[in-house]
């Protein structure tokens, strides 16, 4: 398949509104499906370039900054969630990540060989994904995952939250703006009209080949029940140790730099801090100076009784700017123009609403012992809120950071970062780009690493005879046949037998 000319469209005003539907009208759901089928059809035989060619052109609907801001302005405007700055940079930081790594690698006819073993791997689509998505991310995640399975020579559709709607109808009509200027079927990116029910998204988990979920955990649970093979992700609620080695004002910049991006509405933004006794005040203090108000008993009340409500968290006050905060939680003065605030905790569990996740500029603060302590601290908070998805620790000391590998239930560790920049991928991160992290079996998930492009193919095996591999029953069996006492002159026979 040709590619043309890449050329980028005017920018358009209009927005994707319901349309009403008549008596004797097929399925809308249907009607979606039967387009992104007739598309995927024709795509499902496009070579690596032009593959490449409509990666690039969904990310370059996203990346140009007159689009990055116009979609960050109408998810802020719609939500209610996060900063338009940091949405812009969140666009165009995990877009352009993303594309590096897509183009980094095969995903047309053969993507790998082993000629010791006589294998021969070939990539082939999986067909339409349906891929539900959240309301705090409604521009990027759609676009990340449309790059994702286009690069598998896949169709989309996406099933947005309906707080999101505008934003996401709106990105994806970019999506297929840009596919049209290079001569590629619009229908292969398409979104759920409005709308969006949970009956027509279990429509669309039914009847597509793949689901990739991203955003509840009722939607979670509906995908894995479709029948429809799926990929979801689990809740965060990051904890990270800061422990006597570490750089505590390098440390504390990292925390801050994450916790308030994008007004904590990622995942992997820090929820608790665990601090070991030895540094206590002085990594209070350099939280401080990075910009942390420290909430005093009373206030601490305070933001308990009006962060959750009746044991939910408050719509009004998740992913808000930090003066909404202070002003919703009655701070003093001095609490004006602070960051993110910090809220000392020594409970975990159900009747400790602080060490949960928040979504918010709350940083819930940890004294523990030492080191030792502070690893059970995580432990348990990981146990209440958050097992598998992610930790952190600030430390020169790298074999604690093994040991936190080693020995806690999660899918990532990271040392020394600003959580949120590392943790769904980085520059300086040997992670992939993504803006779903898989959490493995601790939350019910299907991967335990970030969903790539590699999710979203079927692979074919060539297989070609080698030189026999057969090893003797000696060289197997030998190590159990000692420690039972068995005979070898009986295990020479039984082998002649075979």
């Known amino acids: 398949m040709s590619v043309a000319r890449l050329k980028v469209p005017e920018r358009s005003s209009e927005r994707q509104e319901p349309t009403p539907s008549n008596p004797g009208e097929q399925d809308p759901v249907d009607a ?9 059809r024709t795509f499902a035989h496009a070579d690596q370039e032009t593959a490449d060619a409509a990666v690039r052109a969904l990310a370059w609907s996203l990346y140009n900054p007159k689009h990055a801001r116009e979609l960050a302005e109408l998810a802020v405007e719609d939500t209610g969630l996060g900063n338009v700055a940091d949405k812009i940079v969140k666009k165009q930081r995990k877009t352009f990540g993303t594309l590096r790594d897509l183009l980094r690698a095969p995903s047309v ?19 339409v994904i349906g891929a539900v998505t959240p309301s705090t991310n409604p521009g990027a995640t759609p676009v990340n995952k449309a790059m994702m399975a286009l690069k598998g020579r896949n169709a989309i559709v996406i099933a947005p939250s309906p707080l999101g709607y505008r934003t996401t109808a709106r990105i994806v009509d970019l999506m297929r703006q840009e596919l049209a200027a290079i001569g590629l079927a619009e229908d ?3 979104i759920l009209p409005a709308p969006v029910t949970k009956e027509a998204t279990e ?12 955003g509840s955990q009722d939607n979670v649970r509906r995908a894995y029940s479709s029948g429809t ?4 992700v689990g809740a965060g609620n990051v904890p990270v140790i800061i422990d006597e080695t570490a750089d505590l004002d390098a440390a504390a910049a990292r925390i801050r730099d994450s916790k308030i991006f994008d007004n904590s509405t990622s995942c992997s933004s820090e929820n608790a801090v665990v601090i070991v006794d030895a540094v206590y005040d002085a990594a209070i203090a350099a939280l401080e100076r990075a910009g942390a108000y420290r909430c005093t008993p009373g206030e601490r009340q305070r ?18 700017n930090p003066d909404v905060l202070a002003q919703a939680f009655d701070l003093p003065a001095q609490a004006q123009g602070r960051s993110f605030f910090l809220v000392e905790e020594t409970g975990i569990g159900k009747g400790y609403p602080l060490s949960g996740e928040k979504l918010a500029l709350v940083l819930t603060v940890y004294r523990a012992s030492d080191f030792a302590d502070a690893k059970e601290r995580v432990r348990a908070i990981l146990e209440h809120q958050g097992k598998g998805h992610s930790c952190g620790l600030h430390t020169t000391d790298m074999d604690r950071a093994r040991t936190l590998a080693e020995d806690l239930e ?7 970062f600003a959580h949120t920049f590392g943790n769904g991928g980085g520059f300086n991160s040997g992670l992939g780009f993504t803006l779903s992290m898989g959490c493995g079996s601790w939350q019910k998930n299907s991967i335990s690493e970030n969903l790539s492009y590699r999710h979203m193919i079927n692979i074919t095996h060539l297989v070609t005879p080698i030189p026999e591999d057969k090893p003797t029953e000696q060289e197997l069996f030998g190590p159990h046949w000692k420690r039972i006492g068995y005979e070898a002159e009986s295990a020479g026979q039984t082998e002649a037998a075979r």
Request: with cysteine.
């Open 303 to 320: 933001v308990i009784e009006r962060l959750w409500v009746k044991g939910k968290l408050n719509r009004d006050l998740i992913a808000r």
């Open 203 to 214: 429509a669309l988990m039914k009847s597509c080949d793949l689901i990739v979920v991203t």
């Open 229 to 232: 093979p799926a990929i979801g």
């Open 109 to 127: 006819g053969v993507i790998g060989r082993d000629e010791a073993r006589g294998l021969v791997k070939y990539a082939k689509p999986m067909g």
């Open 188 to 190: 292969l990116v398409q």
């Open 410 to 416: 999660v899918v990532r560790v990271l040392v020394n």
């Open 32 to 40: 979606v499906m039967a387009r992104a089928r007739a598309a995927q």
